[in-house]
């Protein structure tokens, strides 16, 4: 494999995302426009890979190379090109918050992994440093799922078919679709928001989740706006999930009531998100639920966006 070592830094964006799509648990997630993170990598002469600095974690993320999801991927990554001798600096910005469900740990490792292969002349494929991702997955959050970090890392909305093997595939997103998130401050772990769903479920559920899985595929697929919102029911997780979320079932109902086509948990959450036809309704409704938020004496995080199609970027 040709690798280019004359890149001496570089400064890369990778976005948020939404994970589950409320039925997708664990195999469908998108990418956001605003907000991700940002890292910033340069050789050194020392080898080895190093956390030089880390802002907006508040002090919480690890400077440990190898307990950082962000350092663990890129020497993952490195050993496994044969370059573990390489040396990198990687100063991290987090500009979206910590525990979100917004796929906070999987744009950290997005940017990383992004940053090191771009520094080294891209000797791989987005789609081949998609397992070194889940692996920051699982570092991060004790299971190695891929909903964040394959939309994170390919942009757009992606369906993960298959864990073993890994089969990923794009979907299609309709033009006129935005996205309403609004984070609230409130502290839901994933481990522990994990830890809390059924193993076992009713196979009426299954069913009925199936169903809803293929309506949304089908209704991306032919910009049916209608049957999006009308497949985007959960009966297996967010029954269970929604007790952790202060307001959740008057939240929905005031997005549902505003125009929504779909109100649901941004991956564990405890960010909640509204699919809309237009930019205008996702704003309206992001401001809304804030409002409610703020009545109820929780403060919160508020975003409007598109599907983001292109992943991470260089800056």
């Known amino acids: 494999m040709m690798v280019d070592l004359r890149n001496s830094n570089v400064h890369v964006f990778a976005p948020a995302t939404v994970a589950n799509v409320v039925c997708g648990f664990d195999i469908l997630g998108f990418a956001l426009d605003e907000p991700g993170d940002e890292v910033i990598m340069q050789r050194t002469q020392e080898s080895g890979v190093r956390i030089a600095s880390i802002t ?9 190379p190898a307990k950082n999801t962000v350092s663990a991927c890129v020497q993952h990554l490195l050993t496994h090109l044969g370059m573990e001798n390489i040396g990198v600096s990687i100063t991290l ?16 490792t997005v940017a990383g992994l992004f940053a090191i292969n771009e520094l080294l002349g ?10 070194f991702a889940i692996k920051g997955e699982e570092l991060a959050c004790g299971h190695g799922h891929a909903d964040n970090v394959a939309p994170a890392l390919l942009g757009g909305f992606t369906l993960i078919r298959s864990y073993e093997p890994l089969d990923v595939i794009s979907l299609p997103v309709p033009t006129e679709l935005h996205c309403s998130v609004v984070f609230p401050h409130v502290d839901v772990p994933t481990r522990e928001a994990r830890r809390m769903i059924r ?6 559920d299954a069913v009925v989740q199936w169903g809803n899985i293929a309506g949304l595929v ?3 697929y032919t910009s049916d706006y209608a049957l999006i919102g009308r ?31 779909s109100f649901g948990i941004s991956g564990s959450g405890p960010s909640v998100f509204a699919f809309t036809r237009s930019r205008e309704l996702a704003t309206q409704i992001t401001s809304r639920i804030q409002e409610h938020l703020d009545k109820a004496g929780i403060g919160s995080n508020g975003y409007v966006s598109g599907v983001n199609a292109t992943g991470p970027k260089k800056l």
Do not use: C, W
């Open 122 to 131: 891209t000797p791989l494929s987005r789609a081949q440093l998609l397992p």
């Open 56 to 64: 907006g974690d508040d002090g919480r993320l690890p400077l440990d």
């Open 231 to 261: 497949s985007m029911e959960d009966v297996l997780i967010e029954p269970t999930r929604a007790i952790l979320i202060p307001e959740f079932y008057a939240l929905r109902q005031l997005a549902m009531q505003a125009g929504a086509l």
């Open 199 to 204: 193993n076992k479920v009713e196979l009426k």
């Open 93 to 108: 910005h987090k500009h979206m918050p910590i525990g979100s469900g917004m796929g906070s740990s999987a744009a950290s």
């Open 218 to 220: 089908s209704g991306l």
